[in-house]
């Protein structure tokens, strides 16, 4: 047979096998993860709440992500007039899941995940929290309440997304949010809310693909959260801010940004692409 | 106190008395000796074109849609399903629901493209801790969770006559889906299919959906083969797709439909289900 009528035959299984879809590509996303400290404006002496979100939007918008993580969410509550997560999903064009750590008068405080493509499941979680004034009390913890519990109730929660990966096909990933606790010193809450998240997600023997994005708290993931840093991979960070992956090994990251946040926030977003190796 | 302790159980025995009776099956008056009844009714509003098209053609259908949901809504204890909101859709219902303060969940139907999903929205009152999924085939899930409506319970004489109407809420474990597919269906049903899958989390789901009007017959069959304590209603037939209910007789059953247009090609359909 020469060498001719090989390649042909070679050139006719590659047109089947691509018109048959068996070129499926691994998920790409690109996701972003800010902490928008309750859209409250740095004026140069304190913060001041802004009405008008577009400028938050037009950051997320320009990070080109597939996927967001946003932390410090009130919504719907007085003082915010409306439901800001469905105003920003609606200028984005993507899905959202609210993760609830606690309700503020009307509306509500926690954590935001938001997709270009369908979230076919989702759930939330509260991390073991007490205060020390009682049931109904969700902030301003003191004493050993503050040292076992942490400052305020905080939630992680998950977004089972589906990705497409031909146009026939796709692919669920999840993506886990959280935001740890800010206040005490040592680390024994961020220890212990990194142990719930893996668990409440199942980080360490993941149902999909997963990654996890937040504000976790802590500059020294090894040492401070390590039920994370021990069954995933760090993707990206900036600061208090990560984006982790897992399985280990799974993902390959293609690239990371940070993006300055200017007065918006006193975190910047960190954004990071990923692809799954297999 | 003692006297509030003593009322709270008296009022919690009647109610546990008020639902003890309730066996028959469809939804129907249920029988309590000297043959008065009992009927339960709780609306969910489906909203759809019952066609292959997405339900929103333009910024006015949105528009309608809106107006619509929210007073559906305003009793803060019911639940939406919007039939086909897909991409194009996804910022007309994030719009709807920025005012009102509502939330929602999605349910994927089936992949049309590298970007594109044909996608039904739920829209309830509260942010929801858990929002389930199921695959049946790729890219088609049947999704839901548990959502309060609210209903009545109606006390009728042996006359039929109306003696006592009590409003109450009840929690629906409520899912959607579409089938437009016989592999869709035969994925669903059947012994390893979606449907004992999702038995094995709870027995007591109401899923309801669309399903091509040719495969409606092969649904019904597909579920009680699966489990004959489970029955797919036909609730409403569109022109390409007819809702359909589908329940654990033991638990739920089908009061009944009636319709609203909200705008040309676009009705509410509000789905009578009572429990037992």
Known sequence: MSRNHLFKIGAVLLALSVASGAFAQTPEVTIASWNVRSFEVSNGSGQNLTDDISDYITLLRNTGADIIALNEFETATGRMGRERMSEIASALGMYAYYIESYPKDVGYYGNVILSRYPIVSAASHLMPYENVNGDGYYDHNSGTYLEQYGSDQRSVGYADILVPVSASESRVIRVVCSHFDHYVSPDAVRTMQAEESVEFASLDNPSYPSIMAGDLNTTSPATVIPAIWNCGDQAAANGLDHIFTFPKGAWTVTDTETVSSGNLSDHNAVVATLTLNE | ?276
Not at chain 2, 55 to 83: I, P, W
Request: with cysteine; proline share 1%.
């Open chain 2, 1 to 276: 106190m003692r006297i509030n302790g003593y009322y709270k159980w008296l009022l919690m025995l009647s109610a546990a008395m008020a639902f003890a009776g309730c066996s028959k099956d469809g939804g129907d008056d249920t029988q309590q000796p000297g043959g008065s009844s009992i009927k339960t009714s709780a609306k969910v509003q489906f909203v759809s074109r019952l066609t292959d098209a997405s339900l929103f053609s333009s910024s006015s259908d949105a528009d309608e849609v809106d107006g619509f949901v929210n007073t559906a809504l305003n009793d803060n204890g019911t639940v939406v399903l919007l039939d086909r909101t897909d991409k194009s859709g996804v910022s007309y219902v994030a719009d709807m629901i920025v005012a009102s303060r509502k939330w929602s969940g999605f349910v994927s139907l089936g992949q049309n493209g590298t970007d594109d999903f044909d996608v039904s929205t739920i829209v309830f009152n509260n942010p929801s801790d858990r929002i389930s999924g199921y695959q049946i085939l790729s890219g088609s899930y049947v999704s839901g969770l548990s959502v309060d409506i609210s209903g009545t319970v109606t006390n009728l004489d042996a006359d039929g006559n109306v003696t006592n109407t009590n409003n109450v809420t009840v929690s629906v474990p409520f899912y959607s889906c579409r089938f437009e597919t016989e592999d869709q269906i035969n994925a669903f049903g059947g012994a390893s299919g979606v449907m004992n899958v999702m038995k094995s989390v709870s027995r007591e789901f109401v899923v309801i959906g669309t399903v091509k009007n040719d495969l409606m017959q092969a649904l019904q069959s597909a579920v009680t083969s699966a489990d004959s304590g489970y029955t797919a209603a036909e609730v409403f037939k569109g022109s390409e797709y007819s809702i359909f209910m589908l329940y654990a007789t033991r638990y739920w059953g089908f009061n009944g439909v009636s319709e609203s247009e909200i705008t040309d090609g676009i009705t509410a359909y509000a789905v009578d289900i009572s429990w037992k």
